[in-house]
């Protein structure tokens, strides 16, 4: 499988902490690829400088054939990367419809002005992206709060309309950052299929994940990361008996 994303000699360090370091990976394209590592090794840092919310101290990250290393979130977005945070984020006092459509407008103009503005082309477009919005809804499972704001809903379910908002961009690959932490059962199932029938689809995941069997059980590839470091990579299975990763967990 080819990659759709590879990063070389990545770097980071925030004031004297290597939150990165030299790390080379890929994400085959089509492909469920896990990251995993305990607290502090270097997870959100390293989606941080794929996803263009923070800038490489040095090394390269390539997207889709192009060199992206430093590129804003925003831009990304227009080439079809997105992602979802640890700390999941929705505006509250929108309706998670307009959360939807914040999310669609934001790859054609940076930001909130066109919504604000209304102007004549927003308008014409408007009904189009709230029947897209609304399929999206659907699919996660979240049409019925399209007109509650997102500031009443549940963490699980503001997990789901963020998953939608990255869908209605029509992403290639989508990063998402413990997407099932906190949330029920029930919405942890929800996500699991989804993830599966969207790749099914042909789109592509880099997950960061401690749910164990949910990346036994979806993930083709998995990297480990360590203090920064990428520790090994492999089939989950053979990842999950490597004695490095156990040791790595258990802070030997
Ligand atoms: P993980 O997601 O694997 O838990 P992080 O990438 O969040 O790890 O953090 C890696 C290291 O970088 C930690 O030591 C963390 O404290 C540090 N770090 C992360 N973000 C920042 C930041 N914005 N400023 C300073 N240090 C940070
Ligand atoms: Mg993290």
């Not at 390539?62 to 997105?82: E, F, K, N």
């Not at 992602?83 to 459509?101: G, P, W």
């Not at 996660?140 to 963020?162: C, D, E, F, N, T």
């Not at 036994?216 to 990428?230: N, S």
Request: hydrophobic share 40%; with cysteine; net charge neutral.
């Amino acid at each position: 499988m080819t990659a759709i994303l590879t990063t070389h000699g990545l770097c980071k360090n925030y004031r004297g902490i290597k939150a990165v370091q030299d790390a080379d990976l890929s994400v085959a394209r089509g492909g469920i690829t896990g990251l995993i590592g305990p607290n502090g090794s270097g997870k959100s840092t390293t989606i941080d400088c794929i996803t263009g919310f923070t800038r490489p101290s040095s090394g390269k990250v390539s997207y889709d054939g192009q060199d992206i290393t430093g590129s804003p979130s925003y831009g990304l977005a227009g080439i079809g990367l997105v992602r979802t945070f640890q700390n999941v984020r929705v505006y509250e006092r929108l309706s998670v419809m307009d959360n939807l459509i914040v999310a669609s407008q934001s790859l054609r103009a940076h930001g909130w002005l066109p919504l604000m503005l209304r102007s004549t082309a927003v308008k014409a477009d408007e009904k189009a992206i709230m029947q897209e919005a609304l399929s999206f809804l659907e699919l996660v499972g979240m049409a019925h709060y399209a007109g509650a704001p997102a500031g009443i809903l549940s963490y699980g379910q503001r997990k789901l309309v963020a998953l939608a908002a990255c869908l209605i961009t029509h992403p290639k690959l989508i990063v998402l950052d413990e997407p099932l932490a906190g949330v029920n059962p029930t919405i942890i199932r929800k996500i699991s299929g989804l993830i599966e029938t969207l790749n099914e689809q042909g789109l592509t995941f880099l997950i960061v994940e401690h749910n164990v069997d949910f990346i036994m059980r979806h993930c083709d590839h998995v990297i480990v990361m360590e203090q920064g470091k990428k520790l090994t990579e492999g089939k989950p299975e053979d990842v999950r008996r490597d004695e490095r990763v156990l040791e790595a967990y258990l802070g030997k």
